[in-house]
């Protein structure tokens, strides 16, 4: 079913449109336009267009990560070599971060007790 309305369009819009649409079928032009349009702006097409690049730029994709791999591991020694080395009272190494002062504060305090009233 259809159903005749008015909308009012620029001048140069409307230009663009006779100059697509065969004579007598603006609006079959107007309704694949605005079809096309609010299937390409969906979610799902959306989705389906991320997805097809993708699987299109995987090997693309790969060959940079592999030409960047020996930077980004430099990197990471670099990181690794500036961070200090910490251990625990033990002698083992603590992960970065792990606070031994803490630790030691806290092996001497007496176990919690809970007392029920």
Same mark, same amino acid.
């Given at each position: 079913?259809?159903?005749?309305?008015?909308?009012?369009?620029?001048?140069?819009?409307?230009?663009?449109?006779? $100059? +697509?649409?065969? *004579?007598?079928?603006?609006?079959?032009?107007?309704?694949?336009?605005?079809?096309?349009?609010?299937?390409?702006?969906?979610?799902?097409?959306?989705?389906?267009?991320?997805?097809?690049?993708?699987?299109?730029?995987?090997?693309?994709?790969?060959?940079?990560?592999?030409?960047? +791999?020996?930077?980004?591991?430099?990197?990471?020694?670099?990181?690794?070599?500036?961070?200090? *080395? $910490?251990?625990?009272?033990?002698?083992?190494?603590?992960?970065?971060?792990?606070?031994?002062?803490?630790?030691?504060?806290?092996? *001497? *305090?007496?176990?919690?007790?809970?007392?029920?009233?």
């Amino acid at each position: 079913m259809s159903k005749r309305i008015n909308i009012v369009l620029p001048t140069a819009t409307i230009q663009t449109i006779d $100059r +697509f649409a065969k *004579k007598g079928l603006r609006s079959k032009f107007i309704k694949t336009a605005v079809e096309y349009y609010v299937e390409s702006r969906s979610r799902e097409a959306l989705r389906a267009q991320l997805e097809r690049a993708a699987v299109r730029d995987r090997d693309l994709d790969r060959q940079i990560a592999d030409e960047w +791999f020996a930077v980004d591991q430099e990197a990471w020694q670099e990181l690794d070599a500036e961070r200090p *080395k $910490r251990s625990s009272p033990s002698g083992r190494s603590l992960p970065y971060g792990a606070r031994p002062e803490a630790r030691e504060r806290d092996s *001497k *305090k007496p176990p919690r007790t809970h007392h029920s009233e």
